[in-house]
């Protein structure tokens, strides 16, 4: 949630910097600026003395049984289809969702006419979405499980990236960009849980860096395409569509991989059967 609320706080005083101090001392600014956020927050931050627990709250006389369905390491991990899944969900979320970020101010004039000012105010309220979807999506995912939230997810980016080309409604505009960009930030909040869910949490930490490289690539992909096409058709109309079937894709993979984790499951009662 920190990371999508960060682009609404920085971005205007980042701005601000550049108008007055210029781009290298905003660099030195902002970095001497986060050394002294960050080390101080991770002062703060020690592991709790042994058999600690929050004041009121009694400690369990049993241990919670670990409801982990299967236990892999990172490297038995990425030797099963269900990575490569996850981590292509993950690419094309990205890949669109941050296509869209970038280019959120000028495809809002073009299309939807936007007023400059306007365009800046809207770009502004995506980073509320963006981190409040993180928040939101991934608490909703708590109920109704990882793969229907994706499923979800991207059946509602269809929609939205379907009809953006035909939405002139200011408004209407807006208002689903902020819809597509909080699916954007709930698909980083819930990878996780998800990665937990289809690998257990033996080093969950370390699978989760292998499927952020799909980040890393998506942050290269996005803007690539959408800046390509652009240059090619001077509309954004075209790079939608293209997201649209990337996003058809996404769907059909997030159907697929719960038969990997009816797999998973039906494993897992045999071996409690059996022991």
Known sequence: MGFGFAAMIASPVMGYLIDSFGIANTFYIMGATYFVI???ASLYLERPPEGYHPSGIPLQEQPKKNKDYVQLTANEAVK???FYFLWLMLFINITCGIAILAVASPMGQEVAGLSVKSAAIMVGIMGVFNGA????????SDYIGRPNVYTIY???QIIVFA???FTTNGMLFMIMLFIMISCYGGGFSAIPAYIADLFGTKQLGAIHGYILTAWALAGLVG???VAKVYEATQSYDITLYIFVAMFVVALIISLLIRADIRKIKRESELNHQTV
């Open 133 to 140: 979807g993180r928040l939101v999506w991934a608490s909703i």
């Open 223 to 225: 803007p690539f395409i």
């Open 154 to 156: 991207f059946i509602i």
């Open 38 to 40: 960050m080390l101080s």
């Open 80 to 82: 099963t289809r269900r």
């Open 163 to 165: 009809l953006l080309p």
